[in-house]
T-cell receptor, first 115, second 114 residues
Framework: AQSVTQPDIHITVSEGASLELRCNYS??????LFWYVQSPGQGLQLLLK??????LVQGIKGFEAEFKRSQSSFNLRKPSVHWSDAAEYFC?????????????FGGGTRVLVKP | DGGITQSPKYLFRKEGQNVTLSCEQN?????MYWYRQDPGQGLRLIYY???????QKGDIAEGYSVSREKKESFPLTVTSAQKNPTAFYLC?????????????FGDGTRLSIL
């Protein structure tokens, strides 16, 4: 069965500094990978996705992620964090089976931004 | 604009009571999903449906029930058998295609026990 691990529960970063959120997955086939962001009390918004091709994918809000098959990782990065980036971030792996497609989520990383 | 509407935003349940959470989408998506979110545990799948009149159990279906009578609607009932229902519930939808279709989420319903 597939699984997703986000090793960091909380990360605190200063505004303007760079940010990297780690995601490791376990899946037997080529994964479909996603990063979502959630503001408090809200639903999830898709930041970016990886299906195939270029291993560096660009998303919204200045985020990017790099797929590394050898490390089973899909880390999210942003060069310069803004206060509005304070939120919880979820990595997910998608699978497709006859019964339907499903997402398996990591436990999330909460990002705090210091002024 | 197309989207997913969940209602109510806040819901309170008395002991022994069933409550129903509403989820409506106008994205013309075939597939719909219900997740439960608890602090520090990410999202866990309760039920999902790929087509009208059909649905599948997810990882934590016990104490919950669903129906899918219309493409646009996928209500979730939290029954009295669910002993720990306090959580944030999220509904999602996507095209029932390969696993590469991202899911779109509603803004959630927070359920609490009175």
């Amino acid at each position: 069965a597939q699984s997703v691990t986000q090793p960091d529960i909380h990360i605190t970063v200063s505004e303007g500094a760079s940010l990297e959120l780690r995601c490791n997955y376990s899946y037997g086939a080529t994964p479909y990978l996603f990063w979502y962001v959630q503001s408090p009390g809200q639903g999830l918004q898709l930041l970016l996705k990886y299906f195939s091709g270029d291993t560096l994918v660009q998303g919204i809000k200045g985020f990017e992620a790099e797929f590394k098959r050898s490390q089973s990782s899909f880390n999210l990065r942003k060069p310069s964090v803004h206060w509005s980036d304070a939120a919880e971030y979820f990595c997910a792996v998608g699978t497709f089976k006859a019964a339907g497609n499903k997402l398996t989520f990591g436990g999330g990383t909460r990002v705090l931004v210091k002024p | 604009d197309g989207g997913i509407t969940q209602s109510p935003k806040y819901l309170f349940r008395k002991e022994g009571q069933n409550v129903t959470l509403s989820c409506e989408q106008n994205l013309n998506h075939d597939a719909m999903y219900w997740y439960r979110q608890d602090p520090g545990q990410g999202l866990r799948l309760i039920y999902y449906s790929q087509i009208v009149n059909d649905f599948q159990k997810g990882d934590i279906a016990e104490g919950y029930s669903v129906s899918r009578e219309k493409k646009e609607s996928f209500p979730l009932t939290v029954t009295s058998a669910q002993k720990n229902p306090t959580a944030f519930y999220l509904c999602a939808s996507n095209k029932a295609d390969r696993g590469n279709q991202p899911q779109h989420f509603g803004d959630g319903t927070r359920l609490s026990i009175l």
